[in-house]
């Protein structure tokens, strides 16, 4: 690859974007694929067979041999299955390369295999995919070859949703239907569309690929499970937004040039907090194209870095003792007739429409808080959430002071007279400029902050689908929406209905606002007090999914059945327990098999020093008190591992899901921290030369 890039002439290159359309497509299959697009139904069988030929011959020129319906089943990655475009060969026994619309709209992988939760038993094995048109087919290269990729949904026999992307779906419809009828009321009857506009800023660990395969525990849980802290950690914040180093360069270059081709505007790259953690963000796009996205950009980061001699870090923590990583979903609505619903203006407190919005979105965070809590926590997130480094685990809403003061005013009087304003930020340097100055400052520690013409959902895990938040959002504020257009279109006096139902939903739902430190134990006492829900792990999570209020919610947007949503209640549970069993046989396997013979084997190099010198007639006391502090931990060592044994092998036991992920939660997770304590105090007596694994201090600063 040359030193220079052209991005105008490589984005976009691998993907059968709209424009690419236009110039193969017959006019009038053009202009059918993009009415459905915009607008929704089914595309006619004919027409369908002439996307095809055009998507496959496209493909083809491109050096494509294969087709896959590319989709995203409840395993948070995405599957593919890989199909020829070869036919029978002709009579002259030339081969033919077809591919036809029935190929294109529905596939048929096996359902059976993938986590269902229960919708489907393993002897029912049929799924459908079914082609998603409105996010583009992409060509993905790979050493299988260049693969033609057809984002879909995946759905089982009887129609249940079997992945993340059709709820998505259904969750965009319903918000689009409900905030049109919030904008009409307002008078904008040209809008045909209301959609989620979304950006997932993604962070990530890079390590050496040549230690990462030393550690069993990357390799099986994605995380360490053993390591002693390095001499230096993240404590003099040197590392943030430092100069990028040039294998990282590199690699970040090359990661650029992949996702530009997959049409992934990669806009931002830079170093994040912890030594060795990146950041990648993109420009806000539609909510199921920015998911896909998404999964392209996790993708494509772990094959990138294996190029570069890297590995790619996705787990949400992935070292103790320095910051782990997080997705920040920035959300935000906007109408197809270039309307954001979150742009407050320049005076907030006269933009009638923007409050109403604003009121809604705290009535839905507020209502459903516990439920977008649940949609951020996974098993990684845990070791995130709460911890000084994330937002806490209590879902609140950060405004700044321009907006809370606004809801103050409307709360408090009835009527918002004024707005705060910025002014200038002055630098004291005359050959400096001075700066329009926002009107409010940010807040790092808030779970949902308002940042200007979005809000900013910071509790998404690093290696999490963002589909599940979206969902969730789309669904909550659909609701509200819902609840005031209800009201409003039966109003006599809109103007007075709309001043008065503003008023009612801030009064009733101003406690969820928190502009101060979530980090605070003051806000932990503050949010009990209010009555906010404080759910701290995955598992406690999970049943706010099965709650009448939910169920209700989400069923009568046609987003989950009842069915649905507890198939993914059951999944997260099994989900849960068996990525802490992963974890814990991991730590056995590593304990038994190489820590405790390699400080048995140091024990006795110390033995055989202590009696070499003790007949050289000198003093013994470094080398046996090393001796007892070491042979004292490894006892410890060895107990805690027995233990872990014991209840790991009962955890197995355990029949009924959801008492199975508790118990990994509240026993066999103490037990792997009690097992990990003494080994990584023995870490740092142990001779260097004799300790199993790369450390800390070799994997954070040696890349």
Excluded at 228 to 237: H, T
Excluded at 412 to 432: D, E, F, M, Q
Excluded at 453 to 469: H, L, Q, T, W, Y
């Amino acid at each position: 690859m040359s030193d220079a890039v052209n991005v105008e002439e490589v984005f976009g290159k691998n993907v059968f974007t709209i424009g690419k359309m236009k110039e193969r497509l017959p006019r009038a299959v053009f202009k059918e694929v993009r009415r459905i697009m915009d607008e929704g139904g089914e595309l006619p069988r004919a027409y369908a067979d002439v996307v095809a030929k055009a998507m496959k011959d496209w493909a083809v020129e491109n050096g494509a041999t294969h087709y896959t319906h590319w989709f995203q089943p409840l395993t948070g990655i995405t599957a593919e299955k890989h199909d020829s475009f070869v036919t029978h060969p002709d009579e002259d026994g030339k081969m033919l390369m077809e591919f036809c619309g029935k190929e294109l709209i529905k596939g048929e992988p096996d359902a059976s295999s993938f986590p269902s939760g229960g919708l489907r038993v393993t002897f029912e094995a049929r799924g459908y995919t079914a082609w998603d048109i409105t996010s583009p087919a992409f060509l993905k290269e790979s050493a299988t070859g260049n693969i033609l990729c057809i984002p879909t949904a995946f759905c089982s026999y009887t129609g249940e949703a079997l992945d993340k992307k059709t709820p998505l779906l259904r969750s965009m419809e319903a918000i689009s239907e409900q905030g049109l009828r919030i904008v009409k009321l307002f008078g904008n009857t040209q809008a045909t569309k209301v959609s989620p506009s979304v950006g997932a800023e993604q962070e990530y660990f890079l390590v050496d690929r040549e230690k990462y395969l030393q550690r069993p525990d990357l390799i099986f849980a994605g995380r360490t499970l053993f390591g002693g802290p390095a001499p230096k950690g993240q404590e003099m914040e040197d590392h943030y937004f430092g100069v990028i180093r040039e294998r990282i360069g590199a690699f970040m270059k090359d990661l650029n040039v992949d996702l530009w081709k997959l049409g992934v505007t990669a806009k931002t790259q830079h170093n994040e907090v912890a030594p060795a953690q990146h950041e990648l963000a993109p420009i806000y796009e539609t909510g199921n194209i920015a998911v896909d996205h998404n999964q392209l950009v996790m993708e494509t980061m772990k094959k990138v870095a294996g190029r570069h001699g890297l590995t790619c870090l996705l787990h949400e923590k992935p070292f103790a003792g320095v910051n782990g990583s997080g997705k920040h979903d920035n959300w935000s609505l906007c109408t197809d007739n270039g309307v954001n619903l979150l742009d407050p203006g320049v005076t907030p407190s006269e933009n009638i429409q923007f409050l109403l919005v604003l009121a809604c979105i705290m009535k839905a965070v507020d209502t459903h808080a516990d439920l977008l809590r649940q949609s951020a926590s996974d098993v990684g997130n845990d070791h995130r959430l709460g911890a000084n480094e994330a937002p806490p685990a209590i879902v609140s809403i950060f405004l700044g002071d321009q907006l809370e003061d606004v809801v103050k005013q409307l709360v408090t009087t009835g009527v918002a007279k004024k707005s705060k304003k910025g002014g200038k930020l002055l630098t004291g340097v005359s050959t400096l400029p001075d700066l329009d100055k926002d009107a409010t400052d940010r807040n790092r520690t808030s779970p949902f902050a308002f940042t200007g013409n979005k809000f900013e959902f910071r509790m998404v895990g690093s290696a999490d689908s963002i589909a599940s938040p979206n969902t969730t959002l789309n669904a909550i504020i659909a609701e509200a929406f819902c609840e005031a257009a209800d009201k409003l279109e039966k109003a006599k006096d809109f103007d007075l209905a709309v001043h008065d139902l503003i008023k009612e939903y801030m009064t009733e739902h101003q406690r969820i606002i928190f502009n101060g430190n979530g980090y605070s134990d003051e806000w932990v006492e503050e949010a009990a007090k209010r009555g906010l829900p404080n759910i701290k792990s995955m598992v406690e999570a999970v049943e706010t999914l099965t709650t009448k209020k939910s169920i209700k919610m989400f069923e009568k947007f046609g987003i989950f059945t009842k069915a649905e949503l507890e198939s993914r209640a059951e999944i997260l549970y099994e989900t849960y327990a068996k990525s802490i069993n992963i974890e814990a046989l991991t730590m056995i396997d590593m304990a038994s098999k190489q820590i405790i013979p390699s400080v048995i084997s140091y024990t006795g190099v110390l033995a055989d020093t202590v009696l070499a010198v003790k007949q050289a007639g000198a003093s013994t006391k470094v080398q046996s008190d090393l001796l007892k502090k070491t042979t004292a931990l490894l006892e410890e060592m060895q107990e805690a591992l027995a233990k872990l044994e014991k209840d790991a092998a009962k955890a197995m036991t355990i029949a009924d899901e959801k008492k199975r992920a508790f118990y990994y939660k509240d026993t066999v997770m103490i037990d792997m921290q009690a097992l990990r304590d003494p080994a990584d105090q023995l870490e740092m007596l142990v001779d260097k030369k004799m300790w199993p694994y790369p450390t800390y201090a070799d994997m954070l600063f040696e890349v």
